[in-house]
Structure formats: structure tokens, C-alpha cells
């Protein structure tokens, strides 16, 4: 009866353990990001390797937390940079009305096919004399009319 006695009381105490594990993996999976039923039953059953396992686990959480929060930096960077975009494009000015036989007999107006001239390669941002669209002070030629680039220090 005794030997009875010792047997159930350990397996009620190794219940009881387990049953701690599985509330210790549940909190720690819990604040980390994962399924908590998942880390009930892991707790339960792999103890303190499972538990040690979830401590050592990267927090999802946090990660996507910094995830949302460079993507928000992102997005506000491009709209700020879009902004000054638009505040560097060069404003048309109207030009008066010309007689429709003058727009038909004069073509359009365009600066030679001349290599454009600058000081100096530089990292800053250019406009095209050609088209005004802005680019890095490092190209060759520009993106969207091919009007060469030529460099005085080259």
C-alpha cells in the first residue's frame, strides 16, 4: 500500500511539473510570437529542453515590430523624396500664342546633339540641359534622352 502511495504521489508531482513547464513555455512562447498551444504541449512534454529551446528562439515579435517600422520609414523617405522631386522640376513657363502657320514651318526647338558640359563627376543631382530631368552627377549620358555627358576634369 505504501509502494501505491509513492507511486501515485509521483507521478501526480511529475504531473505537476510538467503542467509548471507548460505555463513557463506558454508565456515565453507567447511573448516571443509563436502558437501558444504549440508551446503548451512542447512544455508538457520536452520540460526544460523545450523551454530553454523557446528562450533561445528568435522574437518574432520584435522582428516584425522593426519590420513594420522600416517599412513606414520607407515609405514616408520615397513620398519626401518624391515631394523634392517635384519641387526641383523646372516650372514651364507659357509662351505666348504663335500663329498656326509659324508652329507648322518651324520644328521644334532642341538643343544640339552636343555633349553637355559639367565641372566635375559628382554625387550630387544634375538636371539634363536637354530634357531637365534630374539625375546623379555621374552618368555618361542621360537616362531618358541619351544627350551625352562630358566631364572638364576627364
Given at each position: 500500500m505504501y509502494h501505491l502511495l509513492s507511486v501515485s504521489s509521483a507521478m501526480l508531482i511529475s504531473f505537476l511539473i510538467g503542467l509548471l513547464f507548460a505555463a513557463m513555455c506558454a508565456i515565453v512562447g507567447r511573448q516571443k510570437g509563436y502558437s501558444t498551444a504549440l508551446c503548451?504541449?512542447?512544455?508538457?512534454?520536452?520540460?526544460?529542453?523545450?523551454?530553454l529551446i523557446l528562450i533561445l528562439l528568435p522574437d518574432r515579435m520584435q522582428e516584425q515590430y522593426e519590420s513594420d517600422h522600416l517599412k513606414q520609414e520607407l515609405s514616408s523617405l520615397?513620398?519626401?523624396?518624391?515631394?523634392?522631386?517635384?519641387?526641383l522640376e523646372p516650372t514651364p513657363t507659357p509662351e505666348p500664342a504663335a500663329p498656326a502657320a509659324d508652329a507648322q514651318a518651324a520644328p521644334?526647338?532642341?538643343?544640339?546633339?552636343?555633349?553637355?558640359?559639367?565641372?566635375?563627376r559628382t554625387e550630387e543631382v544634375i538636371a539634363c540641359?536637354?530634357?531637365?530631368?534630374?539625375?546623379?552627377?555621374?552618368?555618361?549620358?542621360?537616362?531618358?534622352?541619351?544627350?551625352?555627358?562630358?566631364y572638364e576634369q576627364e
Open positions: 503548451i504541449l512542447l512544455g508538457f512534454f520536452g520540460r526544460l529542453i523545450c523551454l520615397r513620398q519626401r523624396m518624391a515631394e523634392l522631386e517635384q519641387a521644334p526647338k532642341r538643343p544640339p546633339d552636343a555633349p553637355a558640359v559639367f565641372p566635375a540641359p536637354r530634357c531637365g530631368r534630374h539625375q546623379k552627377g555621374n552618368r555618361d549620358s542621360c537616362y531618358a534622352c541619351g544627350l551625352p555627358f562630358r
